[in-house]
């Protein structure tokens, strides 16, 4: 069935380096993926979402690539704060569905 | 979360008692959707809404019902609750199919 792969499923940084988290989905139809960023007692909140026409983008220290031919994206962040701390899930959607398939997260430290 | 509440934030109830979660929007947000949140499971779909009335199953729908009788309301029932369904549920709302998703703060159930 149709699945979304993500990894590390722990990762620790110190503060001030980037962190990469990736992503692999199964279903080629997927043309929308969101990424979360879960704080601790928060539900996950929408941090930067790509489009399958587009192969890049970026918000500030956060940015998002998509490989369509592998079938996978990643998640990057650049000069990590402290505050950059919680789970991080990927998602990926298909065109006119519901149905978002969620990664199983990934727990990101970002060590002072 | 903004324009969006969960009620009760915690709730602890007896196993083969019915239980229901509120989900409220104040968005006008067509589509509604109840996810559980497990360890290592990340997030699963059990229910959506499309509009009033207008509902259908996710992934883990077995022993839970939904009604949404407002746009702006989105109940969840679980119909005699089992150990099985102790979990973090959220609520999450967005305007169309293929959008973000916003998440509400999360409901933490407990049945013993």
């Known amino acids: 069935g149709e699945n979304v792969e993500q990894h590390p499923s722990t990762l620790s940084v110190q503060e001030g380096d980037s962190a990469v988290i990736k992503c692999t989905y199964s279903d080629s139809a997927s043309n929308y993926f969101p990424w979360y960023k879960q704080e601790l007692g928060k539900g996950p909140q929408l941090i930067i979402d790509i489009r399958s026409n587009v192969g890049e983008k970026k918000d500030q220290r956060i940015a998002v690539t998509l490989n369509k031919t592998a079938k996978h994206f990643s998640l990057h962040i650049t000069e990590t704060q402290p505050e950059d701390s919680a789970v991080y899930f990927c998602?990926?959607?298909?065109?006119?569905?519901?149905?978002?398939?969620f990664g199983t997260g990934t727990r990101l430290k970002v060590l002072a | 979360d903004a324009g969006i509440t969960q009620s009760p934030r915690h709730k602890v109830t007896e196993t083969g008692t019915p239980v229901t979660l509120r989900c409220h929007q104040t968005e006008n947000h067509r589509y509604m959707y109840w996810y559980r949140q497990d360890p290592g499971h990340g997030l699963r779909l059990i229910h959506y809404s499309y509009g009033v009335k207008d509902t259908d199953k996710g992934e883990v729908s077995d022993g839970y019902s939904v009604s949404r009788s407002k746009t702006e309301d989105f109940l969840l029932t679980l119909e005699s609750a089992t150990s099985s369904q102790t979990s973090v549920y959220f609520c999450?709302?967005?305007?169309?199919?293929?959008?973000?998703?916003?998440f509400g703060s999360g409901t933490r159930l407990t049945v013993v």
């Open positions: 998602a990926a959607a298909g065109q006119g569905t519901y149905k978002y398939i």
């Open positions: 999450a709302i967005s305007p169309g199919t293929g959008d973000g998703y916003t």
